[in-house]
Nanobody
Framework: QVQLVESGGGSVQAGGSLRLSCAAS???????MAWFRQAPGKEREGVAR????????YYADSVKGRFTISLDNAKNTVYLQMNSLKPEDTAMYYC????????????????WGQGTQVTVSS
């Protein structure tokens, strides 16, 4: 059984940093791993994704230059380093994995974690 377990969320002040981790267990066929977030009353949005073989990365415009996604294949773990956090980054952050060749949105992802809360105060 495949499981994705996120950790590292918490409460920080604006300008601070957090590092999220997502550990995958079980046989996991995946071409991409990604981080999504969802704030109350808003749709889930993609934050960053990384190709598990290519290492290619993609970032939402709202986090470019502040967030970095990375992957440790040996540990089956994906990370999201978040710097210069803003109050608008407050959301539940979800890890996801997909075997899709080119995932375009949340519906293309096959596996999801339970989420970790990030709260940024001004």
């Amino acid at each position: 059984q495949v499981q994705l377990v996120e950790s590292g969320g918490g409460s920080v002040q604006a300008g601070g940093s957090l590092r999220l981790s997502c550990a995958a267990s079980g046989y996991l066929r995946r071409n991409y791993m990604a981080w999504f977030r969802q704030a109350p009353g808003k749709e889930r949005e993609g934050v960053a994704r990384i190709g598990t073989v290519s290492g290619n990365t993609y970032y939402a415009d709202s986090v470019k230059g502040r967030f970095t996604i990375s992957l440790d294949n040996a540990k089956n773990t994906v990370y999201l380093q978040m710097n210069s956090l803003k109050p608008e980054d407050t959301a539940m952050y979800y890890c996801a994995a997909t075997w899709a060749v080119l995932p375009l949105n949340a519906g293309d992802y096959n596996y999801w974690g339970q989420g970790t809360q990030v709260t940024v105060s001004s």
